[in-house]
């Protein structure tokens, strides 16, 4: 039977709350060391204690770092409660000390004991009402008042015993927090939360009523104390609440996370904090995280091969060719994302990165499970390296032969022998890293990129509740099978950007846009206050994808039509007046320059005009219905595309708006459509190095470059499949 914590406990915990309240979690980058770094996760608990010295001495050997340890270990740490058991861990770091390692120590809290389940209230319900029942993982309610203090508990048991200890270098918050649809819990916790998070909100019933649109279906409530979660409705649920909720269910979870890092800064203050975060993970707001948290480096989870069974509009043959080495962009993309999420910790544009977890093998979890093409782990690395990431974690050291994860490739098989992974990480251990650190890559190379891309959280939750297309399931509480997800177009404007070789930082709207050369938003329905104010202050060109500037932050439409009163309808004289999902078959298409291109699954009705002032439209529908007529309008340097763009047309036009601005490509060339790098070929800088990477399946051409370099990785000519080359420039 579920109780709450006794009395005793909970003076204990909330006394040491109180005396955390004046701790500071201000970031300090002189936490982590910058440079390039291996790592390896490793559970001693999972093996028979005559194997760790050997594995440890091993780590050593292969010129690993760091390992990370303990994340899922909070009942071999307290196996019965309040009885605590640190032997196995005290053995560990020993073992470590004794070999040179340093540790990367896990708090516990995404695996909670069967003790704890069976005596407290922490139990996700999710939003078919369903409690989840122990026996995986991540089964708690981030608004559980009971977890909150248990979890308190545990990492304070840890960063006493730990905070002092010079094995440990950094500590990750739980455990890829959100994992498995667990952001948002409709337990009676979390209501609760969500209704004192309602009322802080809005002050009163009759206010969010009003501002909800609540006359609407009769859908007033009467009191804060009624009001529930926008779950099991009989058909769609108010918009404006479901972006409330989830708001809310982001602000719990980084509620959650501050009372663990304000515990570790307490504790160990010299210590740097991180949590690892996901690859097109979206239910809470990372940069507000970032900044909230006060994370001194950010890190996520690497798993390449997944990526291509994230769209759902890849064609086969690209189904094909990146079945085994991955997206060209999927990987970069999170890179730039989550130097910026660091960035926003710092209350800058970029920080400290790495990351935690990146596969060294086949997967356990993708509906088709292959192993990487040969050479893909190495220049998955050198990708991170190239990225200005610090940090690459290998998951795991050995293949475990039992459990849950029997399948997933460690750099070890489970007999203890090589596998192709640690065959790569040796590479790039011992031939690689030493001659990247002979050319400087190991100094503090943080520079802005020409381009930021604008990134948006809320922006992905507003396309997910009104996504003008798809079908409204009950059990979901959302609509399926959209048209457009906004992830989707996002990593479609990056990848145009990178075939043209550019530079690329991705930034959030409210981050900084002095000295970029060029600003590209592929969607921002609500445009945030510090937003609209940064762009009335920037001079260089911006490309607006489509739905940008459409809604309030209520998700009314934005008065006199899209875009909203500010710096674009100011300076981009237009108005949208409707919006179409159209299937394939529909024949829209738009022209540019000449070419005409085929687009499907949203086009807007757009005019040139707002009161008596016109822009210039600048691409053409083709659609029957629109022949002739405006299909992106531009003025001052802004630009909008009121449609879904494909690649191709992104890459001549965005290509033409950089040339114009005078920005000069990664191969020193001025930027222009003519060095489209196509399907395979990739290129990111750090410092002086300029890495040239093959996503393809057979060998490339590396593009011209513009300049001295000297080749200090590779072969001269071709780039082999898989393969990469990295140049040191004179300048």
Not at 306 to 322: E, K, R, Y
Request: glycine share 6%; hydrophobic share 40%; net charge negative.
């Amino acid at each position: 039977m579920l109780r709450l914590l006794t009395a005793g406990a909970l003076a204990s915990v909330a006394s040491a709350a109180a005396t955390r309240q004046s701790t500071s979690l201000v970031p300090s980058s002189s936490r982590w060391p910058s440079g390039l770094h291996l790592a390896v996760d490793y559970y001693p608990s999972q093996w028979p204690e005559s194997m760790w010295e050997p594995d440890v001495a091993r780590m050593a050997a292969a010129n690993i770092s760091y390992v990370r340890v303990n994340e899922f270990d909070w009942h071999v740490l307290e196996p019965t409660e309040g009885q605590y058991n640190f032997t196995l861990l005290d053995a560990t770091l020993e073992l470590f000390d004794r070999y040179g390692l340093k540790a990367i120590l896990g708090t516990p809290t995404a695996g909670p004991p069967n003790w704890l389940t069976e005596k407290y209230d922490v139990d996700f319900v999710d939003r078919t009402n369903q409690t989840l029942q122990f026996g995986s993982r991540r089964h708690y309610s981030f608004s559980s008042f009971d977890y909150r203090l248990l979890s308190q508990n545990i990492t304070q048991k840890l960063a006493e015993r730990y905070g002092s200890n010079e094995v440990v270098v950094a500590w990750q918050l739980d455990n890829e927090f959100g994992c498995h649809d667990t952001v948002r819990s409709y337990d009676h916790n979390a209501i609760k939360r969500f209704q004192t998070w309602l009322e802080d909100k809005y002050t009163t019933i009759e206010n969010m009523n009003n501002l909800q649109g609540r006359v609407f279906w009769s859908q007033e409530y009467v009191s804060f104390e009624t009001v529930q979660p926008p779950f099991l409705e009989v058909y769609t649920t108010n918009y404006a609440h479901l972006l409330d909720w989830y708001t809310f269910s982001s602000d719990m979870l980084i509620d959650f996370a501050k009372e663990q890092a304000s515990i570790i800064r307490q504790y160990a203050p010299n210590h740097a904090i991180t949590t690892n975060m996901m690859m097109d993970f979206l239910d809470f707001d990372h940069h507000k995280f970032a900044r909230e948290v006060g994370i001194d480096f950010a890190t996520f989870d690497q798993y390449a091969l997944a990526g291509p069974s994230v769209f759902t509009w890849l064609s086969d043959q690209q189904l094909t060719n990146s079945l085994r080495t991955g997206l060209p962009d999927y990987q970069a993309f999170h890179h730039a994302l989550y130097r910026g999420v660091a960035g926003a910790a710092y209350g800058d544009i970029s920080g400290p990165f790495g990351v935690m977890e990146m596969e060294p093998g086949v997967l356990n979890w993708n509906q088709y499970r292959v192993s990487p093409l040969e050479g893909m782990v190495r220049l998955w690395t050198h990708e991170t390296f190239a990225a200005s990431g610090d940090l690459v974690n290998y998951f795991r050291w050995r293949q475990v032969p039992y459990a849950q994860e029997q399948t997933l490739s460690g750099l070890f098989l489970s007999d203890n022998s090589e596998d192709q992974g640690f065959v790569e990480q040796q590479q790039v251990a011992n031939e690689d890293m030493p001659l990247l650190r002979a050319a400087g890559a190991d100094a503090d190379t943080e520079s802005q990129a020409d381009v930021a891309l604008v990134f948006d959280y809320t922006s992905h939750w507003v396309w997910g509740i009104e996504p003008y297309s798809g079908g409204w399931d009950v059990k979901k509480a959302q609509y399926t099978n959209p048209t457009v997800v906004y992830f989707d177009l996002a990593y479609i404007f990056y990848t145009s950007l990178r075939r043209l070789g550019l530079s690329i930082d991705i930034i959030s709207p409210d981050q900084p846009l002095d000295g970029y050369k060029m600003v590209v938003v592929p969607s921002l329905p609500i445009i945030p206050d510090a937003f609209n104010t940064a762009l009335s202050n920037y001079t260089g060109p911006v490309v607006f994808g489509p739905h940008t500037g459409s809604k309030t932050p209520e998700l009314a439409y934005a008065p006199g039509l899209n875009p909203s009163a500010g710096t674009l309808r100011d300076r981009l004289p237009m108005r949208v007046t409707r919006v179409e999902t159209p299937p394939d078959y529909a024949g829209s298409g738009v022209s540019y320059a000449g070419t005409t291109y085929n687009i499907t699954g949203w086009e807007e009705t757009i005019i040139c005009q707002r009161d008596n002032a016109t822009s210039n439209a600048t691409i053409t529908s083709t659609s029957r219905h629109r022949l002739g007529k405006a299909a992106a309008c531009s003025s001052e340097g802004m630009h909008y595309l009121a449609f879904l763009p494909p690649v191709d047309l992104l890459v001549a036009y965005i290509g033409d708006v950089a040339a114009a601005a005078n920005i000069t490509a990664l191969t020193g060339k001025k930027a222009g459509e003519g060095d489209d790098l196509g399907d395979a070929v990739r290129l990111l800088r750090r410092g002086n190095l300029l890495w040239v990477f093959n996503y393809g399946t057979e060998a490339a051409s590396p593009p011209a470059l513009d300049g001295d370099a000297e080749l200090i990785i590779g072969e001269k000519g071709d780039i082999p499949a898989a393969g990469l080359a990295v140049w040191k420039l004179s300048s």
